[in-house]
């Protein structure tokens, strides 16, 4: 038990204010949010002794609002800042936005297209600063966002992707890369988005499986009446072959290699090839058109064999002048419906079948997806993924849920060269210049204005600018001053953990970990922790167009940010999408309601009680006191793992239980005896207990308040100010203003385990009692008849319940109470509910008091119900499959429930005996 007595410069006056009725989350949350920025409470430290924690905040892309996935973010986020925060760690949340350049610029170009103006009206330099006005006006609003969340990063550090210094490192990296040969540009096949005019990766394309057609088309062979048949779904495309491809083995057709065919509405002669990679001779005909210009497996073919590429798309995806004249200025559609319609008239349609497939889309735009030849700047990506993959393998870096480390090294494993260049006009632009004189590449650190070649001032800078993800993968050590060796650098890196969405596990999760390792030769952080999606309660995807999105700033204006936050992160489950639901945030509202009312009486309570008086002596507890005081310890405890384990849906029902369930329930219950102030004032001994129920009462609200604060803490610290803490003595340096800068636990508490196991007996028996009541309608002022048969083996448990016979009666309402040790079956009382609370049976006679028919229908209604359940989790159980995939602790569980449901079976099946046959 602590006794300190801390410095009362930190204790609130005596005398306990009052909290109003009702709480007001409109004018409280944003109170202490201002308290909090203006006292520096977020503000980390670049000299500090104490260790370090880091958190980088996912930059939210400045093209509009938050979502309720970036409210979840923040929460957990904020969950861990604070936590560590109150542990006493020199704890940092890095805030920041992204440009998100493609993003960024769709949003302000449509903007611009509804006044009837483009991109290419206002010119590349104004419209960059149009895109910085909207930024500007973003990143206020995503800024208040945040505020109203109640989050608390250190905003004096803010960054953008873009600033000055964020610009610098890109360059730097680029240049850098460039310089080791990791970086280079080179005419490769990209995915082209006609309508955003600019490359996509491969990880802004999604397959999306569509009903299509196959075309089968003859080609003639040169000189001959053969005819070799293709199959194709994009017959346009045909008119930039230049090979058909069989397998070298299939006899069907080893007299063709070698030789051409005449390639249908163009003139040309293609060579027939043999190429055993691309062509499966068992699928179709075993003959395969080659477009290397348009298709990735072609384009590999074509470098394989030396082929022409020819391309036969503009960049609007309409068919050029290397297309037959006909067929020029088409779109790529229309060109379809040209081309099937002249082979058909020629004859060399064979046939037309329905067809599934899977077609490329942006994921952006929706549009089909165009592959094109193209000059492009890469990044040399197996040199950078080998020592990022070392660094997960090796343990430096752990991923949670660890389900999403194979799907990392799937991705890493099977990485190719990153296209790093978009055609943009937002974003970091690429640091190459071109000398028009010698055609010499100039890469540099700051602007050029001669030629490294041959001097000439004769350069133009590359129109391309940087994908997003290049910057962002910087993120880590590019916010803390690098290229600079920053005192902030030293000291904050590398972060303690990585928080995001698992959909950016590769887009940004790993290329952060391979530039960390490259450039600072150490992992960026040391955990990752994935969230899932939040959907709606239906699990569907939040969308505008289903009309189910929730706005996050809607729930705070009506719920409170607490309510929100706590919902969040009580749906959190490894594994699991989050369904949320207006229902489920109107459940945690109600908690911080109770919360608030549960402080009222405390604080109603505590008016004469004096935090700076000497801590009671161990003798003066009462049980509940022992017990309350022990539950609060082991609680702490368990919150204390479960968030060290990214468990947050665990530490929220772990302290909602406590709070709600043992505190307001159970002890604020219990401690109306302890608080009796006619005994207090009527003996010396109802004086002490009085004052240890008070120092017991204050104690543990302000440890449950500690422990709920960093998932809601506005209404906590409201409420912490009011109490009068015998132990607040805050954190190491001192006493503390805020319970934001407060100790997490409360130093010292000693446990009364024996004591607590005792009291939670008797809190069983009282709740068996309350269950026989409630089940058989009895009303609550009528008193009992009950029979406690405790079995040999523990009539340990006896003793315990009769030194608190006054609680049992008081609390079960109960009229005459019989504690008997039984040393082999109990005695079969007719006409009794029966109830287990561990070791003890509880009887209570129900004659005349119920109806024993309606009481054996019940009791039948419940045995069924129960065989049932139990069946079904029996062929869980019994089932290889679930055994084999679920997890352990899973399988455990569901071991257990079955345990628990047949113990409740036989309960009531002693029951419905008891009531004998009708």
């Not at 938050?66 to 704890?91: F, K, P, S, V, Y």
């Not at 992707?161 to 040969?181: H, I, K, N, P, W």
């Amino acid at each position: 038990m602590t006794t300190d007595n801390p410095s009362t410069s930190d204790l609130p006056t005596t005398q306990a204010p009052e909290l109003d009725k009702v709480y007001d989350p409109t004018s409280v949350e944003p109170k202490w949010y201002r308290s909090w920025t203006d006292a520096g409470c977020f503000a980390a430290k670049d000299d500090s002794t104490d260790p370090p924690y880091t958190i980088s905040m996912p930059p939210p892309n400045v093209t509009g609002s938050l979502h309720m996935g970036h409210a979840l973010t923040a929460t957990l986020e904020d969950i861990m800042i604070r936590w560590r925060r109150m542990q006493g760690m020199n704890a940092l949340w890095m805030p920041g936005t992204d440009h998100a350049g493609i993003a960024t610029q769709m949003v302000v170009e449509r903007e611009l297209a509804k006044e009837g103006k483009s991109r290419h009206d206002l010119g590349r330099d104004a419209f960059i600063d149009v895109v910085w006005q909207w930024k500007a006006k973003c990143h206020a609003r995503i800024t208040m966002q945040h505020q109203r969340l109640g989050i608390s990063c250190d905003w004096e550090r803010e960054r953008f992707t873009m600033d000055q210094g964020l610009s610098d490192a890109v360059r730097e990296v680029f240049v850098r890369l460039y310089e080791e040969g990791l970086i280079y540009r080179a005419e490769r096949l990209i995915n082209w988005s006609p309508k955003m005019q600019t490359v996509l990766s491969d990880l802004e394309v999604e397959a999306e499986e569509v009903d299509g057609h196959i075309w089968h088309i003859a080609y003639p062979v040169t000189g001959s009446d053969e005819r070799l048949v293709v199959a194709t779904t994009r017959p346009e495309t045909l008119l930039g072959d230049t090979a058909v491809a069989v397998h070298p083995d299939d006899p069907r057709y080893q007299h063709l290699i070698g030789r051409t065919i005449d390639l249908p509405l163009t003139g040309r002669q293609i060579p027939v090839i043999a190429d055993g990679i691309l062509v499966d001779m068992a699928f179709g005909t075993g003959c395969v058109k080659v477009t290397p210009a348009h298709d990735f497996n072609d384009f590999e073919t074509g470098k394989r064999h030396g082929l022409p590429m020819i391309t036969v798309l503009d960049w609007n995806a309409h068919l050029n002048q290397n297309a037959p004249e006909a067929y020029r200025g088409l779109e790529r559609y229309e060109g379809r419906k040209r081309v099937i319609a002249d082979l058909d008239a020629l004859g060399l349609l064979v046939k037309v079948e329905p067809h599934k497939m899977a077609l490329g889309k942006s994921q952006r735009t929706g549009e089909v997806v165009e592959p094109m030849l193209s000059m492009q700047w890469y990044v040399r990506a197996e040199p950078l993924a080998k020592p990022a993959i070392d660094a997960v393998e090796s343990g430096r870096i752990e991923i949670v849920p660890e389900g999403w480390t194979k799907t990392y090294y799937h991705w890493m494993y099977n990485i190719r060269d990153w296209c790093i260049s978009r055609q943009l006009w937002w974003g970091h632009r690429i640091p190459a210049w071109y000398c028009k004189d010698c055609g010499a590449t100039t890469v540099s650190r700051t602007d050029v204005t001669a030629c490294s070649g041959c001097a000439s001032t004769s350069l133009r800078q590359d129109e391309d600018v940087l994908d997003t993800w290049f910057s962002s993968a910087l993120w880590p050590f590019s916010t803390l001053g690098w290229p600079q060796k920053t005192q902030a650098l030293e000291t904050f890196y590398p972060n303690a953990v990585m928080e995001t969405g698992h959909d950016i596990l590769f887009f940004w999760v790993a290329r952060m970990i391979m530039m960390g390792m490259k450039f600072m030769g150490e992992v960026p952080f040391k955990k990752v922790y994935l969230h899932a999606m939040v959907r709606d309660e239906k699990g569907e995807k939040m969308s505008k167009t289903k009309g189910n999105v929730i706005d996050p700033l809607d729930i705070v204006d009506t719920h409170g940010a607490d309510a929100l936050r706590f919902t969040l992160a009580a749906l959190t489950v490894a594994g699991r999408s989050i369904k949320l639901s207006i229902d489920r945030v109107n459940g945690y509202r109600n908690f911080v309601n109770k919360i608030w009312n549960a402080s009222r009486f405390a604080l109603m309570n505590l008016g004469d009680f004096d935090p700076r008086a000497p801590a009671p002596a161990s003798g003066d507890f009462t049980l509940p006191d022992r017990w309350i005081l022990t539950r609060l310890a082991e609680t702490t405890d368990r919150v204390n793992a479960e968030l060290e384990g990214f468990d947050f849906g665990g530490a929220a029902g772990t302290v909602y239980q406590f709070f709600w369930k043992e505190l307001c329930d159970w002890y604020i219950e219990l401690a109306k005896v302890g608080l009796d102030a006619e005994k207090a004032a009527a003996s010396d001994e109802g004086r002490r207990t009085r004052h240890a129920t008070q120092w017991t009462l204050s104690t543990v609200l302000d440890g449950a308040l500690r422990l709920l604060h960093p998932m809601m803490p506005h209404v906590t610290e409201e409420i912490w100010q009011r109490i009068p803490r015998a132990n607040s003595a805050g954190r190491r340096q001192g006493p503390t203003p805020f319970l934001a800068t407060a100790d997490f636990a409360i130093a010292g508490l000693s446990r009364f385990d024996a004591d607590a196991a005792r009291m939670n007996s008797v809190i069983s028996v009282i709740e068996g009692v309350r269950t026989i009541r409630g089940e058989n309608s009895i009303a609550p002022k009528q008193p009992l008849d009950v029979v406690l048969s405790v079995d040999a083996a523990a009539s340990v448990e006896a003793a315990w319940l009769e030194a608190e016979r006054a609680l049992l009666t008081k609390l079960g309402g109960i009229g005459s109470l019989t504690i008997e040790v039984r040393s082999g079956e109990a005695v079969e009382r007719q006409g009794a509910a029966v109830a287990r609370a561990g070791a003890v049976e509880i009887s209570v006679p129900l004659t005349g008091l119920v109806d024993f028919d309606k009481e054996r229908k019940r009791l039948q209604a419940a045995i069924s119900k129960l065989e049932q359940e139990m069946a079904r989790i029996r062929g869980k159980l019994e089932n290889p499959s679930f055994v084999e995939r679920a997890p352990a602790d899973v399988v455990v569980k569901e071991r257990e429930k079955l345990e628990q449901l047949a113990a409740e079976k036989a309960t009531a099946e002693l029951g419905l005996s008891r009531l004998g046959t009708k």
